[in-house]
């Protein structure tokens, strides 16, 4: 009788086990065709909002996203390298940048914003009247955490962000 015991809570753990395995591959399987599909939020077109705030020279509020794969840089006229305040300056793409004042969605080096991580694949664009460029500094999801300083934002997240141009200096900061 003990050993039938036994052998049915086993044969139950088992099966929770196997159960729990199944859970973990559905749901991260699940996650990849979400966003296979497009369903996850893209970033391209926010920054394509957020260009066109900037250039319109007009106060403006927007709402915008950074995935998890980018982060947002902003980079002074006649400067190769910003220093957000953390890990080091990030270089300016100058194929991109040339000598103006840019600003670029670069790519994330497993998860982390590093210097060169806007030497490759970044997207860019210049500001030929704007000589400076600060903004938030936000280097995680939590808006709570958000400082000014040069532009810089990293983590997933959806924030407003006020766009002005005043003294030919671009600011982005939090409403």
Same mark, same amino acid.
């Given at each position: 009788?003990?050993?039938r015991?036994?052998?049915? %809570?086993? !044969?139950?753990?088992?099966?929770?086990?196997?159960?729990?395995?199944? /859970?973990?591959?559905?749901?991260n399987? *699940?996650?990849?065709?979400?966003?296979?599909?497009?369903? !996850?939020?893209?970033?391209?077109g926010?920054?394509?909002?957020?260009?066109?705030?900037? !250039?319109?020279?007009?106060?403006?509020? /927007?709402?915008?996203?950074?995935? *998890?794969e980018?982060?947002?840089?902003?980079?002074?006229?006649?400067?190769?390298?910003?220093?957000?305040?953390?890990?080091?300056?990030?270089?300016?793409?100058?194929?991109?940048?040339?000598? !103006?004042?840019? /600003?670029?969605?670069?790519?994330?080096?497993? *998860?982390?914003?590093?210097?060169?991580?806007?030497?490759?694949?970044?997207?860019?664009?210049?500001?030929?009247?704007?000589?400076?460029?600060?903004?938030?500094? %936000?280097?995680?999801?939590?808006?709570?955490?958000?400082k000014? *300083?040069?532009?810089?934002?990293?983590?997933?997240?959806?924030?407003?962000?006020?766009?002005?141009?005043?003294?030919?200096?671009?600011?982005?900061?939090?409403?």
């Amino acid at each position: 009788m003990q050993k039938r015991a036994a052998t049915t %809570l086993l !044969e139950f753990l088992l099966g929770l086990l196997i159960a729990g395995v199944a /859970i973990v591959v559905i749901l991260n399987v *699940g996650e990849e065709i979400y966003g296979l599909l497009g369903f !996850e939020k893209d970033d391209k077109g926010y920054f394509d909002t957020l260009i066109k705030a900037a !250039e319109s020279k007009e106060n403006s509020q /927007i709402i915008y996203y950074v995935s *998890g794969e980018h982060f947002l840089v902003g980079f002074d006229k006649d400067t190769e390298e910003v220093n957000p305040g953390f890990s080091g300056n990030i270089k300016k793409p100058k194929l991109e940048c040339g000598i !103006e004042a840019c /600003i670029c969605l670069c790519n994330l080096d497993s *998860g982390d914003a590093t210097p060169y991580g806007c030497l490759s694949k970044a997207r860019c664009r210049q500001f030929k009247n704007i000589k400076g460029i600060n903004g938030i500094v %936000l280097t995680n999801s939590n808006i709570k955490d958000a400082k000014q *300083g040069k532009l810089l934002i990293k983590g997933k997240i959806e924030l407003p962000l006020n766009v002005k141009t005043q003294d030919n200096v671009l600011e982005i900061s939090l409403p």
